[in-house]
């Protein structure tokens, strides 16, 4: 695991909007695994703004889709579905043909779990995937004591993940939905590099438990140092338990 530091946010963005930029560059189709939550945001916007400049050419990139809520209708302005439209399909110009992802209101929710994985598998797997990380060490949604195995499943989310993001409806902690669809740990394993950005001290704790605890299903992003290519980019903040 390589863990790199920088000073803040947006160089964090910058370094890794450039490491997408150069895969699209070598590999024009990749297919990029992309997270939701406020930490990625600087990497849409620098990876924007290298597509406005002409840097990069995205035209040919495909976007994943990390994990959804379950029962929120896509339209819903915050279904991850809509979110990644709106944070990064429309910015980089892509249309809705480049992306896939679970369908979050699905009857039949562990079919469209297993159809999913497939999907990934049949697309070649994903060539980079960022991810966050929450404050108790979860990836996607994989909540504590998940299995380091797992695949794409329905969860339920902790009390803690469900008051984390309440902030995104408007406060109201009833508002936020109880299960959701992520890849599983073992899923996110399979893509061919993973690349972690945390940022602000409410991570230090998380981050230092990934890094420098054991593998261990009760901190799931420690399962990035089963990773053969895995970068941890950290922010002074973030880094400052390590
Ligand atoms: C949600 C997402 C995760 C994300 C986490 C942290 O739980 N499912 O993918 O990493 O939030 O969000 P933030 O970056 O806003 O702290």
Redesign the pocket.
Known sequence: MEVVIVPDAAAGGELIAEAMAELLRRKPDALLGV??????LPIYEALAAKVSAGAVDVSRARIAQ??EYVGLPAEHPES?RSVLRQQVLEPLGLEAKAFMGPDGTASDVRAACEAYDKALEDAGGVDLQL?????DG????NEPCSSLASRTRIKT?TEQ?RI??ARFFDGDIEQVPHH?I?QGIGTILDARHLVL????E??AEAVAATVEGPVAAVCPASALQLHPHATVVVDEAAASEL
């Open positions: 997270a939701t939550g406020s930490t990625p990390l994990d991850y991810l966050g990380i929450g404050t979860h990836i996607g949604f989310l993940t984390d993001n959701v992520t950005l945390a940022t602000g409410g991570k």
